[in-house]
């Protein structure tokens, strides 16, 4: 079975600290990406990765930062956690090759942010 | 750019109804599409996906949908909705040269009334 594992599911950090969430995926895929998810405003991209090291900015990267340091795992970093940064967050990953390629998720990471 | 609009927020039917779930595109080209599950608290669940050929793609848990190329649509439906139906589905989008991103719409949340 496939499998993305991210490691904190809920978490409560205060204004101004700095927050780290951790993926990790068991399939060897080459892509990984950090989805925002909201009511109302579905999934948003923040960052995808296509290769160790390698990094692209997503539809709203403002406030975040990324690793990828080694292919099995990608974190997401708020240098400066804000209110406003409150939400699900959502890792997935695919394999390189056709656009089509199924994104398999990890079961989310609920932010809240005092 | 690509998007994707679920017009429905909110949809409740009866177990044992037949359920549509509609979903409209905007893309110049031919689309990849899917169509995500995501039950509360967990991650999405690939339900099916369009790349090419047959416009009725079948998935799993009994749901299919069917690409309009000339509605732009791909909406989700299942003959004989279950309780364990109830989730918010989530339809998206990829294209060629997207390098693997997906671009989704805002969900549809549906409640199964027994």
């Not at chain 1, 068991?26 to 989805?35: G, K, R, V």
């Not at chain 1, 990094?55 to 209110?83: N, Q």
């Not at chain 2, 669940?45 to 749901?63: H, N, W």
Request: aromatic share 14%; hydrophobic share 30%.
């Amino acid at each position: 079975d496939v499998k993305v594992t991210q490691s904190s599911r809920y978490l409560v950090k205060r204004t101004g600290e700095k927050v780290f969430l951790e993926c990790v995926q068991d399939m060897d895929h080459e892509n990984m990406f950090w989805y925002r998810q909201d009511p109302g405003l579905g999934l948003r991209l923040i960052y995808f990765s296509y290769d160790v090291k390698m990094k692209e900015k997503g539809d709203i990267p403002e406030g975040y930062s990324v690793s990828r340091e080694k292919k099995e795992r990608f974190s997401l970093i708020l240098e400066s956690a804000s209110t406003n940064q409150t939400s699900m967050y959502l890792c997935a990953s695919n394999r390189q090759g056709a656009s089509g390629n199924t994104i398999y998720f990890g079961e989310g990471s609920w932010l809240t942010v005092v | 750019a690509q998007s994707v609009t679920q017009p429905d927020i909110h949809i409740t039917v009866s177990e044992g109804a037949s359920l549509e779930l509609r979903c409209n595109y905007s893309y110049g080209a031919t689309p990849y599409l899917f169509w995500y599950v995501q039950s509360p608290g967990q991650g999405l669940q690939l339900l099916l996906k369009y790349f090419s050929g047959d416009t009725l793609v079948q998935g799993i848990k009994g749901f299919e949908a069917e690409f309009k190329r000339s509605q732009s649509s791909f909406n989700l439906r299942k003959p004989s909705v279950h309780w364990s139906d109830a989730a918010e589905y989530f339809c998206a989008v990829g294209y060629t040269g997207g390098g693997n991103k997906l671009t989704f719409g805002t969900g549809t949340q549906l409640k199964v009334e027994l």
